[in-house]
């Protein structure tokens, strides 16, 4: 048996700050063998990855996660010490109590009871990763591409990421928005301020570009989707002189795109924009984009019922199937299974004296519970 409470604490006290482990990962592992499972480490560059499966047979039930955190910021503004896991008043003081080591946890107590009262009648899997809150890119994009490859079946998905927005299960999220990032250079000629006809600048050329990528309203939204949106995160002139035309600028952009998009046509449409508004001049312009995922949904069926299932039977009310907020590690997942994510009141991730109460904990455990037991039911 596992407590979940009492590993969510032991987890927290591994500072996995990313991309640093801090023995996190060697916790989850240990704990799953003892109940079972056959894990095996996966470690691209840097970070530790762990795949673990209980059973052969199909369907396969995997739950997803990382134990990576964000740092901890200010530690002299926390109530707590960061990494203590004190609970207080019933309260998980802690980094990762929210986003996301309860949530690990709460699936490990699961399972546990799930195989030991012979529910499994298939495969239930855990794909934990260290570089969630990082670059992402030696994590569960890795993983997901070697399982691919050996042809390691997953039937679906379930991620911890802490998805509730009031009280625990009143949301469940079914798909996300695709992500872009775009830096613009636009490198000009430096020159006097008095002398214009020797130089070129490269300002103007960059506020035209970046008026003319917000003048154009993406999209109305798309079905279970908001609109797309784009929004100007950064803008640099490294010019500390009041009498000299810069030599170049530069800005950073995020899109946050529906399924009206994909991330290729939007980093050729941000490259037309650049390239148009130097015609003329003398600058020239570089656009370097990074498509974090894109967008996805995972249509209404027999497994988000499921879940949605699990989470009225067990708290009592009927979660929203909602594509809002930012992205998470089910954009790499959708390429292996259908994907639904499910966790705790996320209001308090990323803050200071991030925290959770431990009865809450404990219900997302029953919640968990009930949709194993479901699956194998409807799927087994």
């Known amino acids: 048996m596992i407590d979940a409470v009492n590993l969510t604490r032991e987890l927290i006290r591994k500072p996995s700050v ?13 704990t799953l063998q003892r109940v079972g499972f056959s894990c095996r ?6 970070i530790e990855n762990l795949y673990a499966r209980y059973g052969t047979a199909r369907p396969n039930l995997c739950f997803a996660g990382h134990t990576d955190v964000v740092p901890v910021g200010d530690q002299a503004a926390w109530s707590r010490d960061a990494f203590a ?13 929210v986003d996301m080591k309860s949530a690990i946890a709460a699936f490990a107590a699961a399972a546990a009871n799930a195989i030991e009262a012979g529910q499994v009648t298939g495969s239930l899997s855990f794909l934990i990763t260290g570089d969630e809150e990082g670059v992402a890119t030696h994590g569960t994009r890795k993983v997901v591409e070697a399982l691919i490859a050996e042809g390691e079946a997953v039937d679906h998905c ?3 990421e802490p998805t509730s927005s009031e009280a625990l299960g009143d949301m469940i999220k079914v798909g996300r928005r695709g992500s872009i990032n775009a830096e613009i250079e636009v490198v000009g000629i430096q020159g006097h301020v008095a002398y214009p006809q020797r ?33 100007v995160t950064w803008i640099e002139v490294p010019n500390t002189a009041t009498n000299v035309i810069p030599a170049v600028a ?3 952009l995020n899109i946050r795109f529906n399924p009206s998009h994909a991330g290729a046509a939007l980093a050729a449409w941000i490259d037309d924009e650049a390239q148009a508004a130097c015609e003329g001049t003398r600058c020239s312009v570089k656009v370097t984009p990074q498509i974090s995922g894109e967008a996805f949904l995972t249509e209404p069926g027999r497994f ?6 699990a989470v009225r039977e067990v708290a009592g009310r009927a979660p929203e199937l909602s594509t809002s907020g930012g992205t998470s590690d089910a954009r790499f997942i959708r390429a292996l299974c259908p994907v639904v994510e499910l966790g705790l009141v996320g209001t308090t991730m ?29 799927f087994g």
């Open 18 to 30: 990313a991309p640093a482990d801090g023995g996190a990962m060697d916790l989850v592992e240990r």
């Open 41 to 46: 480490r996966m470690r691209f560059g840097q």
């Open 85 to 97: 896991a004190e609970v207080v008043d019933g309260v998980l003081i802690g980094r990762g109590a």
């Open 158 to 160: 379930v991620v911890g």
């Open 199 to 231: 130089a070129a600048n490269p300002t103007p050329v960059l506020i035209r570009i970046l008026s003319a990528l917000q003048a154009r309203k993406l999209d109305e939204g798309y079905p279970e989707f908001q609109p797309s949106n784009l929004e």
């Open 250 to 252: 530069r800005a950073r």
């Open 304 to 309: 988000t019922d499921i879940a949605a299932e």
């Open 350 to 378: 990323h803050q200071v004296d991030e925290r959770t109460p431990v009865a809450e904990i404990a219900l997302l455990q029953k919640v968990y519970e009930r949709l194993i037991a479901r699956y194998f039911e409807t």
